[in-house]
């Protein structure tokens, strides 16, 4: 089960960061991620990271902006934003599986999945 916390309204440029923990048996993850669905498009990776090893994967879109990184002990997963653009504006969403390097930026290989988070980007 993944929890996903942090979310709320920003202005342009300012940051926020959320948290995505995981509980129960763990054993079937070696990535965890970042999702994100603006209103009336599809869900789009935003970034993973690799359970052991800590490599770091992101969108061309957030690349230089968005920071993501784990706790281990806390079995939890941390994604930075900074300098916001109104077009992060989007339900986040956690997830976590063990797609295969070619396809960890697809979300069909990503078999836990948090509730969701909203992030607004607004002045």
């Known amino acids: 089960q993944l929890q996903a916390s942090g979310g709320g309204l920003v202005q342009p440029g300012g940051s926020l960061r959320l948290s995505c923990a995981a509980s129960?048996?763990?054993?079937?993850?070696?990535?965890m991620g970042w999702f994100r669905q603006a209103p009336g498009k599809e869900r789009e990776f935003v970034s993973t990271i690799r359970w052991n090893g800590g490599h770091t994967y992101y969108a061309d879109s957030v690349k230089g902006r968005f920071t993501i990184s784990r706790e281990k002990v806390k079995n939890t997963v941390y994604l930075e934003m900074n300098s916001l653009k109104p077009e992060d504006t989007a339900v986040y969403y956690c997830?976590?599986?063990?797609?295969?390097?070619?396809?960890?930026?697809?979300?069909?290989?990503?078999?836990?999945w948090g509730q969701g988070t909203l992030v607004t980007v607004s002045s």
């Open positions: 129960g048996d763990t054993n079937n993850i070696n990535y």
């Open positions: 997830a976590g599986g063990r797609p295969i390097l070619s396809a960890i930026r697809s979300d069909r290989l990503y078999v836990y």
